[in-house]
C-alpha cells in the first residue's frame, strides 16, 4: 500500500476504504509503475496526477469517479493516451486509466463486436479480421478506441463505410454520479447522440457495441510520389473522383527513411500516399492505377494486405514525442495551399513534419445528416492537418514558429475543426468543431449529464444554464 502523502486532505479511512474496494491497480508518486503510468504520448504535457487508477472494471470506474468528486480531485480519463492536447493526464488529479479494460467479444453471426473501451485499433482489428470483418478506426494501431470514437473516427474506410461513429450500435458508460448507463438509438438516444462526436464530456465510457463491416483484405499500402504542385493537386481531384471504395491519407514531406524507400530519395519532398481500397481485390489495380500514373513513383508497395497492416505505416508518428498539430476541414485543396505546403516542409525545422491530406469527401460520411450524430461536419471533402514531432524542448521555440507560419497561410480557407485533432486551442476553437445547434444540444445535454464539469479534462463543452442556449 502506498502512503497518503500525494493526498494530504484525504483521511486515512477514506483512503483505505478507497484502495482496498478497487479490483485494479492504484498507482502512486514513487511508485515503480508511475513514470509510465502517467505518460502522456504528446510530450509537451509533463503532468503530476496524485493517483493513477487501472481500472478493472466498471465498478472501478464507478468508484474512482465517486472518490474524486468527493475530495475535488481533478479527473481525467486515459485509454490509449494519444490525445493530441495531453489531455488524458493531470495534475495532483486522479486519472482513471482504462487499458486493462480491453476485451472485446466477436458475435460473427449478428456481425457485431462489444469492445471495453481501453482497447486500442490494433487489437481491435486483430480479434475480427480472423473473421474477415473490420470496423473504420483511424490509420494508428495505438490509438484508444475511447479517445478515437467519441470524437467521431475518420480513417482509411470512411468514403466507403463513414465515420467510427457510423458503425457504432451501442454505449456503456459511467455517468459522473457514478451510475452506469447504456446508450443506443432507443435506450437514452440523446446521450446516444451527444457521444457520437461529443467527446469524453459526458462521462467515462467503459464499453462500445460496433456493427462489423466485411474486410477480409484491402488493396493497399504506400505510394511514394514525387511532390510537385502538378502531382498534389491531380491527386486531391482524383482522390474525390475515385469509387468510394478508395480511401488514402496522404502526407507531403520530406520522405522518411522507409525500408522500401532507394536511400538516395530520402529527404526529397515526397507526397507520401497510403492507400487503401476495400472493394474487391481484384478491382484493386484498376481502381489505384489513376493514382499510380500521376508520376513516375519513388516508392510502391500496393498489393493485397489486411487492413491492420497499414498501421506499420504510422508506427514512428505513435511514439511518445513533442507535439503539435494546427488542423481544419476544408472544401477543396486550391493552389495557395499547395504550394504553401511544399514550401513549408521544404524549409521545415529538423524534425519530422509534413502536411497530412484526408481526401474524404464524396462517400458514406457525407451522405448522414448532419444532425443525426454530434459529429457536424458531414460535407467536409479534405481533412488537413500540419504535424510536427520532434525530440528536444529547446526545438520547441523553432517547431512551434513553423507549425504557427504555415497554419497562418492555410488557416483562412477551413471550413470548421475535427475535434479529435484539436490542440487544447481554446473555447472558440471547440466550437468551431460544432454546429451553433449542436453546440448548444451538447451544452444542454451536459447540464444534464455534467452539470459540474467533472469531466473537464477534454475538449471542453461547458455546461451552461438553459436559459443561455435554450
Ligand atoms: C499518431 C496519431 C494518429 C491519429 N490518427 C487518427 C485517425 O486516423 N483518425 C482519427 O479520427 N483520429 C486520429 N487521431 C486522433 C485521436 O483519435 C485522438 O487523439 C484520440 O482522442 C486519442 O484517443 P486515445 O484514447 O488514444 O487518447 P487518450 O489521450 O487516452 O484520450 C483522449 C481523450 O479521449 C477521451 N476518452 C478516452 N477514453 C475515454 C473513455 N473511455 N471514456 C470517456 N472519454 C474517453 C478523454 O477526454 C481523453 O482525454 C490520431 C492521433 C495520433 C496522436
Given at each position: 500500500m502506498g502512503s497518503t502523502t500525494a493526498l494530504p486532505h484525504v483521511s486515512t479511512e477514506a483512503w483505505t476504504a478507497f484502495r482496498l474496494r478497487i479490483k485494479g491497480q492504484v498507482v502512486l508518486p514513487g511508485d515503480p509503475d508511475y513514470e509510465t503510468a502517467r505518460e502522456a504520448k504528446n510530450t509537451i504535457y509533463d503532468r503530476k496526477p496524485a493517483v493513477i487508477v487501472r481500472a478493472e472494471d466498471a465498478a472501478d470506474v464507478s468508484r474512482s469517479i465517486t472518490f474524486a468528486r468527493r475530495f475535488g480531485l481533478p479527473l481525467t480519463v486515459k485509454g490509449g493516451g494519444h490525445s493530441i492536447g495531453g489531455h488524458s493526464v493531470n495534475n495532483g488529479g486522479l486519472v482513471i486509466d482504462m487499458r486493462r479494460m480491453n476485451n472485446i467479444r466477436v458475435d460473427a453471426e449478428n456481425r457485431t463486436a462489444w469492445a471495453q473501451s481501453g482497447a486500442v485499433a490494433r487489437e481491435f482489428l486483430a480479434a475480427v479480421e480472423p473473421y474477415g470483418f473490420a470496423v473504420p478506426f483511424g490509420d494508428a494501431g495505438s490509438?484508444?478506441?475511447?479517445?478515437?470514437?467519441?470524437?467521431?473516427?475518420?480513417?482509411?474506410?470512411?468514403?466507403?463505410?463513414?465515420?467510427?461513429?457510423?458503425?457504432?450500435?451501442?454505449?456503456?458508460?459511467?455517468?459522473?454520479?457514478?451510475?452506469?448507463?447504456?446508450?443506443?438509438?432507443?435506450?437514452?438516444?440523446?446521450?446516444?447522440?451527444?457521444?457520437?462526436?461529443?467527446?469524453?464530456?459526458?462521462?467515462?465510457?467503459?464499453?462500445?457495441?460496433?456493427?462489423?463491416?466485411?474486410?477480409?483484405?484491402?488493396?493497399?499500402?504506400?505510394?511514394?510520389?514525387?511532390?510537385?504542385?502538378?502531382?498534389?493537386?491531380?491527386?486531391?481531384?482524383?482522390?474525390?473522383?475515385?469509387?468510394?471504395?478508395?480511401?488514402?491519407?496522404?502526407?507531403?514531406?520530406?520522405?522518411?527513411?522507409?525500408?522500401?524507400?532507394?536511400?538516395?530519395?530520402?529527404?526529397?519532398?515526397?507526397?507520401?500516399?497510403?492507400?487503401?481500397?476495400?472493394?474487391?481485390?481484384?478491382?484493386?489495380?484498376?481502381?489505384?492505377?489513376?493514382?499510380?500514373?500521376?508520376?513516375?513513383?519513388?516508392?510502391?508497395?500496393?498489393?493485397?494486405?489486411?487492413?491492420?497492416?497499414?498501421?506499420?505505416?504510422?508506427?514512428?508518428?505513435?511514439?511518445?514525442?513533442?507535439?503539435?498539430?494546427?488542423?481544419?476541414?476544408?472544401?477543396?485543396?486550391?493552389?495557395?495551399?499547395?504550394?504553401?505546403?511544399?514550401?513549408?516542409?521544404?524549409?521545415?525545422?529538423?524534425?519530422?513534419?509534413?502536411?497530412?491530406?484526408?481526401?474524404?469527401?464524396?462517400?458514406?460520411?457525407?451522405?448522414?445528416?448532419?444532425?443525426?450524430?454530434?459529429?457536424?461536419?458531414?460535407?467536409?471533402?479534405?481533412?488537413?492537418?500540419?504535424?510536427?514531432?520532434?525530440?528536444?524542448?529547446?526545438?520547441?521555440?523553432?517547431n512551434e514558429a513553423w507549425v504557427d507560419a504555415f497554419w497562418q497561410s492555410i488557416a483562412g480557407y477551413r471550413h470548421g475543426v475535427y475535434s479529435n485533432f484539436l490542440q487544447d486551442e481554446g473555447e472558440a476553437r471547440v466550437r468551431e468543431a460544432y454546429a451553433t445547434a449542436t453546440f448548444e444540444r451538447l451544452a444542454k445535454l451536459k447540464l444534464r449529464y455534467d452539470p459540474t464539469n467533472v469531466f473537464s479534462g477534454n475538449e471542453n463543452i461547458p455546461p451552461k444554464p438553459l436559459s443561455a442556449v435554450a
Amino acid at each position: 500500500m502506498g502512503s497518503t502523502t500525494a493526498l494530504p486532505h484525504v483521511s486515512t479511512e477514506a483512503w483505505t476504504a478507497f484502495r482496498l474496494r478497487i479490483k485494479g491497480q492504484v498507482v502512486l508518486p514513487g511508485d515503480p509503475d508511475y513514470e509510465t503510468a502517467r505518460e502522456a504520448k504528446n510530450t509537451i504535457y509533463d503532468r503530476k496526477p496524485a493517483v493513477i487508477v487501472r481500472a478493472e472494471d466498471a465498478a472501478d470506474v464507478s468508484r474512482s469517479i465517486t472518490f474524486a468528486r468527493r475530495f475535488g480531485l481533478p479527473l481525467t480519463v486515459k485509454g490509449g493516451g494519444h490525445s493530441i492536447g495531453g489531455h488524458s493526464v493531470n495534475n495532483g488529479g486522479l486519472v482513471i486509466d482504462m487499458r486493462r479494460m480491453n476485451n472485446i467479444r466477436v458475435d460473427a453471426e449478428n456481425r457485431t463486436a462489444w469492445a471495453q473501451s481501453g482497447a486500442v485499433a490494433r487489437e481491435f482489428l486483430a480479434a475480427v479480421e480472423p473473421y474477415g470483418f473490420a470496423v473504420p478506426f483511424g490509420d494508428a494501431g495505438s490509438v484508444g478506441l475511447g479517445g478515437i470514437t467519441l470524437g467521431g473516427g475518420i480513417g482509411y474506410l470512411v468514403r466507403k463505410h463513414g465515420l467510427t461513429i457510423d458503425n457504432l450500435l451501442g454505449i456503456e458508460m459511467v455517468t459522473a454520479d457514478g451510475q452506469i448507463v447504456q446508450a443506443t438509438e432507443t435506450e437514452n438516444p440523446d446521450l446516444f447522440w451527444a457521444l457520437r462526436g461529443g467527446g469524453g464530456n459526458f462521462g467515462v465510457v467503459t464499453g462500445f457495441q460496433y456493427k462489423l463491416v466485411e474486410l477480409p483484405q484491402i488493396y493497399g499500402g504506400a505510394l511514394v510520389l514525387p511532390a510537385t504542385k502538378d502531382v498534389i493537386s491531380a491527386y486531391a481531384k482524383l482522390s474525390l473522383e475515385a469509387p468510394e471504395e478508395l480511401t488514402s491519407i496522404s502526407m507531403v514531406v520530406k520522405t522518411p527513411p522507409m525500408p522500401f524507400v532507394p536511400e538516395e530519395k530520402v529527404g526529397e519532398l515526397s507526397l507520401t500516399i497510403f492507400v487503401a481500397y476495400s472493394g474487391d481485390i481484384q478491382d484493386g489495380p484498376e481502381a489505384v492505377a489513376p493514382l499510380r500514373a500521376l508520376a513516375e513513383p519513388i516508392a510502391d508497395t500496393l498489393g493485397p494486405m489486411p487492413l491492420s497492416g497499414l498501421y506499420a505505416f504510422m508506427e514512428p508518428a505513435e511514439q511518445a514525442a513533442r507535439l503539435r498539430v494546427r488542423s481544419g476541414f476544408y472544401a477543396k485543396l486550391n493552389d495557395e495551399i499547395v504550394e504553401s505546403a511544399l514550401a513549408f516542409v521544404q524549409d521545415g525545422p529538423v524534425s519530422v513534419n509534413f502536411l497530412q491530406i484526408r481526401p474524404i469527401g464524396n462517400g458514406a460520411m457525407n451522405r448522414v445528416s448532419p444532425e443525426a450524430t454530434a459529429f457536424s461536419h458531414r460535407d467536409a471533402r479534405f481533412l488537413l492537418a500540419i504535424i510536427d514531432h520532434w525530440e528536444d524542448t529547446e526545438e520547441d521555440g523553432a517547431n512551434e514558429a513553423w507549425v504557427d507560419a504555415f497554419w497562418q497561410s492555410i488557416a483562412g480557407y477551413r471550413h470548421g475543426v475535427y475535434s479529435n485533432f484539436l490542440q487544447d486551442e481554446g473555447e472558440a476553437r471547440v466550437r468551431e468543431a460544432y454546429a451553433t445547434a449542436t453546440f448548444e444540444r451538447l451544452a444542454k445535454l451536459k447540464l444534464r449529464y455534467d452539470p459540474t464539469n467533472v469531466f473537464s479534462g477534454n475538449e471542453n463543452i461547458p455546461p451552461k444554464p438553459l436559459s443561455a442556449v435554450a
